[in-house]
């Protein structure tokens, strides 16, 4: 059956001993990675690069299973630059953004990225 994931939403992908913890993407945050386009020889592909370090900012929210490290945000609550810069160190990132690239327009029925578990924690509204 369809989700449709909630703001309050929240997908944990594990991958080996490490779990990202990631808010769902607004429509702006989507459209501001769609833009990332670069042209070469008259040729306009996606910056892919780009595009993950805009989906670690706005979506990582929580890391577990690294030692002695703390995401640092900004004033808006997205991860700062420094930070993005260190966790695209960890062997894990990778596959964490490759499977997050998979749900940048849904939440798939099966993750393609091997090696990474997929769930979706629900946060319940007051009076639920």
């Known amino acids: 059956m369809a989700k449709i994931l909630k703001r309050t939403d929240r997908i944990k992908f594990k991958v080996g001993e490490v779990t990202f ?5 607004t429509y702006e945050q989507k459209m ?3 833009e990332c386009i670069t042209t070469k020889a008259g040729v ?11 989906m670690l900012k706005y ?5 577990d299973g690294v030692e002695d490290y703390e995401l640092e945000f900004d004033s808006s609550g ?15 990132s990778i ?6 690239y998979e749900i940048h327009n849904g939440l798939p029925d099966k993750l393609l990225t091997e090696g990474v578990e997929l769930e979706v924690v629900s946060k319940k509204q007051k009076g639920n």
Request: glycine share 2%; aromatic share 6%; proline share 4%.
């Open 21 to 25: 913890t990631l808010a769902p993407f």
């Open 32 to 34: 501001e990675m769609s």
């Open 44 to 54: 306009n592909r996606v910056d892919m690069f780009k595009t993950q370090t805009l």
């Open 59 to 63: 979506g990582v929210k929580d890391i």
């Open 78 to 92: 997205n991860l700062t630059d420094e930070c993005i810069s260190e966790l695209l160190y960890l062997d894990q």
């Open 95 to 100: 596959p964490m953004l490759s499977a997050c």
